[in-house]
């Protein structure tokens, strides 16, 4: 048990669930990934567990060292949590696929040559994408077709840069921010990029996640963006790009959560921001904001998932999955409402919740480094995390008056509320001991940051009263339409779309017109092949509408003008002869 | 429920609470000596919290509601018009 790999038992999890029936699917999701959190508990650091695979070459796929301990440790924990909201579920598929796409992201974390990275890396990305596919709305097909393509892409860059580092000769995972900044560096820049969800490259995520299962978008919800800015901490540290690019997610993802309708697309846009201070924080490099990376990464599952685990209870409830149509839902779900409030105060920063002990390390971080705007605009983002879920979904869907568009279909399953109970628990737990829960399992170097200080928790609280009140004053506008926001994705959903589809059709107008004019040729060929009596007629490719035997014969005059060749061939012949 | 949309003076009446709240924790912060006015980090002179919040929060509701929303909202079927699989 000691050594064995988790990522492997959620695997297994996985394919046992699968072939099992309803009850035993049940007992097993809900109970066996805990296996996987007893596994990593055991590991000691420096485990490097590899077997020899082709040619003498090694795979290390088992590594423990604090980095990879610390998230290994967060999948598991939500490997359980997830385990338990999605045992309801009926469909075997969905259950296997879950399963192994948290194995498969335990499996990157945990690996130690590229070649082993790769392949969770991949497996990662086709597990998630049958959780879209598994939605039976026929939207999620499309969905989940560009999620696999954009995918692709980025696997196939970080193909391209394993192939290169394997023919320099490295084969372990190490960190490139040093340089040589060649063309390896860039495939691997480009492929964790579009996995972290960067702007332009995060419309796999804010179109795919809500076209996912409802328990599958919860598992989706913590996985592919941690595993990428796992990758980035890792390999990419102290890289300055990322600073930008992360300032860019945080603003970019809080704005457009403002005008979003769908619950789960708002959501959706706020992983591409609470990740964008991940990825300035791996970007400025010192150990506070690496720690404060790895520690709103830790926070950012249990917060997100417990957002994602609450609004998909409320749509599996009533299904309905748009806030102008929800309204009184605190009446009718006071629970699910309580759980909310904790993750809405938990992602905003609310002292006593774990949103406040990690995002405000990043941000500190970012002042201790003298990047003061980068700290401004990092703050800016955060108020708008406050108004879009403390403010615009609390009010809109739970405190606002019920509009009667979500009638109740069925029950909120015992399990899920369970799942969100355990995610509420810890989210606060963290939140009041950082020290004794976070602080102490971070990877790079103590933690000099201490949270709970007057001016951190009165700014705090100052943001959140005062930044209300703009909501407030705006509040009869503020209720989002039932409408789309354009993005990125416009670009390949509409121009880029044209273009293929015109080229496709001009390519396949030219092969028919080609194709035509060599079947005639062919036609026309194979006719004189069958007949080489038409080349000694005049017309042979004129056209006969009835077949006539006159047309095949050779003319009288030939017959005599071979007679009398060879009459006078032979008087010729006998006269010199005599 | 509270209807904060309909009822405007109850709205009124809220958005006095959070200012009276925001001024509270600010005087608290600014009588423990949370704050330093000669302090080169713009968030912690005194007051300036409140500035960033209430204008950073404008900012944000103009940019999104105002600008962005009529540029780039569409109808919910933008995408799918003329297909078949259109209604899910």
């Keep these: ?578 | 429920m509270i209807d904060l949309v309909g009822d405007s003076k109850k709205r009124w009446r809220v958005i006095g609470i959070c200012l009276c709240l925001g001024l509270i924790f600010f005087a608290v912060g600014f009588l423990n000596g949370a704050y330093d006015s000669h302090s080169e980090e713009f968030l912690t002179k005194p007051g300036a919290m409140i500035l960033f919040s209430f204008v950073g929060c404008w900012v944000l509701i103009i940019l999104a509601k105002l600008i962005m929303t009529p540029l780039l909202q569409r109808d919910e079927d933008y995408y799918e018009k003329g297909r078949d699989d259109a209604n899910d």
Excluded at chain 1, 192 to 219: D, I, K, M, Q, R
Excluded at chain 1, 382 to 393: A, D, E, N, Q, Y
Excluded at chain 1, 436 to 441: D, E, G, K, Q, S
Excluded at chain 1, 520 to 546: E, T
Aim: glycine share 8%.
């Design chain 1, 1 to 578: 048990m000691i050594d064995f790999h988790p990522g492997l038992i959620f695997i297994f999890v996985g394919m046992l669930a699968a072939l099992c029936q309803s009850t035993g699917r049940r007992m097993i999701l809900a109970c066996c990934p805990v296996l996987a959190l007893v596994s990593i508990c055991n590991q000691t650091m420096g485990t490097d567990l590899s077997f020899q695979f082709v040619n003498d070459f090694t795979l290390h796929y088992l590594f423990v060292d604090p980095l990879s301990w610390v998230f290994t440790a967060i999948f598991c924990v939500f490997g359980v949590i997830g385990g338990i909201y999605s045992c309801h579920n009926k469909s075997p598929l969905e259950a296997l696929c879950s399963m192994a796409y948290v194995g498969s992201s335990i499996g990157v974390v945990l690996a130690h040559d590229w070649v082993t990275f790769l392949f969770f890396w991949e497996l990662e990305a086709v597990t998630s994408t049958f959780l879209i596919w598994n939605d039976p709305r026929p939207t999620s097909r499309g969905a989940g077709l560009r999620y696999l393509m954009i995918h692709t892409l980025s696997g196939n860059c970080v193909l391209a840069g394993v192939v290169l580092k394997l023919t320099q000769g490295d084969i372990l995972v190490h960190s490139l921010a040093e340089g040589p900044h060649d063309l390896a560096f860039w495939c691997f820049l480009i492929g964790f990029c579009v996995n972290v969800a960067a702007v332009p490259f995060h419309t796999w995520l804010t179109e795919g996640y809500p076209a996912a299962t409802l328990t599958g978008s919860v598992f989706m919800s913590s996985f592919t963006t941690k595993v990428a800015v796992y990758s980035l901490l890792r390999v990419f540290g102290g890289t300055e790009l990322l600073i930008g690019a992360g300032v860019l997610m945080a603003l970019y993802g809080a704005l457009y959560a403002v005008m979003e309708n769908d619950m789960i697309r708002l959501l959706s846009y706020h992983i591409v921001s609470q990740v964008g201070y991940m990825v300035a924080g791996a970007g400025i490099g010192t150990a506070m904001t690496m720690n404060g990376a790895t520690a709103h990464a830790v926070s950012d599952i249990l917060f997100k998932s417990l957002l994602f685990m609450c609004c998909n209870a409320l749509t599996y409830a009533t299904g309905v999955r748009k806030i102008n149509q929800l309204g009184g839902m605190a009446k009718r779900y006071p629970v699910i409402c309580i759980f909310f409030i904790v993750g809405a105060f938990s992602i905003a920063g609310v002292p006593g919740f774990n949103g406040f002990v990690s995002k405000m390390m990043t941000i500190a971080g970012a002042e201790e480094a003298h990047l003061e705007t980068v700290a401004l605009l990092l703050e800016l983002a955060s108020i708008g995390t406050f108004l879009s879920i403390c403010f615009k979904m609390l009010y809109f869907i739970f405190l606002a008056p019920d509009k009667g568009l979500a009638p109740e279909k069925r029950p909120v399953e015992s399990n899920m509320m369970i799942a969100m109970a355990i995610g509420a628990a810890l989210c606060t737990l963290i939140g009041c001991f950082p020290e004794l829960t976070l602080y102490r399992h971070l990877p790079f170097g103590p933690v000099t940051y201490v949270p709970y200080t007057l001016p951190h928790v009165t700014n705090q609280m100052i943001m959140g009263f005062i930044g209300v009140i703009p909501f407030l004053m705006f509040l009869p506008r503020m209720e989002p339409h039932t409408a789309i926001s354009l993005d990125a994705e416009w670009f390949y959903r509409r121009p880029l779309k044209m273009a293929f589809l015109g080229v496709t059709y001009l390519c396949f107008g030219l092969c028919r017109g080609l194709g035509h004019v060599w079947g005639v040729a062919v036609n026309q060929a194979m006719m004189a092949c069958n007949n080489p009596m038409q080349f000694l007629d005049a017309k042979p490719f004129r056209p006969k509408k009835h077949y006539s035997p006159d047309n095949y014969r050779t003319s009288i005059a030939d017959t005599i003008m071979i007679i009398l060749t060879v009459l006078f061939i032979c008087i010729f012949y006998f006269r010199t002869s005599l």
